[in-house]
């Protein structure tokens, strides 16, 4: 069975400092993966997506980068913290559809991670 | 205006009544999602659908594509049941899931 892992759970970080997401997805090949942002009282936003190894997408500009040096792995960084980068960081997998486009397959979320920016 | 709006966005209920949460979209949609989010964060999807009614258990949704409006119900609701529920739609001009704001439901013993 398929599994998606984050880490850290919880951050606390200040204003100015380095950040470094973790999401590894286990039992499945070449997924697409996603880095979603849900501030407080505010809906899921999309930040990036991936196809592959490599190939990044970004959905907004921002203060945030994404890599992804494995196949099931994705990493969301930032190399200066702001304060309204504050919020909870949920990645994401599903199968590629045809093509190895992001799909219309169902999507299963990582448990988060929650960071707050002082 | 978002393209995704949610009715309500908080929602009490007595265990054992009927619930329904509601979700309208203003995109051409191939898809819609509806999810369950619960109070530490973590995310579940709960149904898929683009066109007709879903049933899983207690849950059923249904979704109207000309009046582009779904519905999640919630039959003999349990204190269990609380959390926040999100209907995000997959279309508009990127293709992507849009996501509403979520009802936040709070089901009461």
């Known amino acids: 069975s398929q599994t998606i892992h984050q880490w850290p759970a919880t951050l606390v970080q200040p204003v100015g400092s380095p950040l470094s997401l973790e999401c590894t997805v286990e039992g499945t090949s070449n997924p697409n993966l996603y880095w979603y942002r849900q501030a407080a009282g505010r809906g899921l936003q999309l930040l990036f997506y991936s196809v592959g190894i490599g190939q990044i997408s970004s959905e907004v500009p921002q203060n945030l980068s994404a890599s992804r040096p494995q196949d099931r792995q994705f990493i969301l960084s930032s190399k200066k913290l702001l304060l309204s980068d504050s919020g909870f960081y949920l990645c994401?997998?599903?199968?590629?559809?045809?093509?190895?486009?992001?799909?219309?397959?169902?999507?299963?979320f990582g448990p988060g991670t929650r960071l707050t920016v002082l | 205006k978002n393209e995704v709006e949610q009715s309500p966005q908080n929602l009490t209920a007595q265990e054992g009544e009927f619930i329904t949460i509601n979700c309208s979209y203003s995109v051409g949609i191939s898809a819609l999602h509806w999810l369950q989010q619960h109070p530490g964060g973590g995310i579940v999807s709960l149904f898929m659908?683009?066109?007709g009614k879903k049933k899983h258990g207690r849950l059923i949704a249904t979704i109207n594509i000309q009046e582009k409006h779904s519905s999640l119900h919630i039959t003999a609701s349990h204190p269990r049941d609380s959390a926040v529920y999100i209907c995000a739609a997959r279309g508009g001009a990127t293709n992507k899931l849009i996501f509403g704001t979520g009802t936040l439901l709070a089901v009461q013993p």
């Open positions: 994401a997998w599903n199968s590629p559809g045809a093509g190895g486009s992001t799909s219309y397959n169902e999507q299963f």
């Open positions: 659908l683009s066109s």
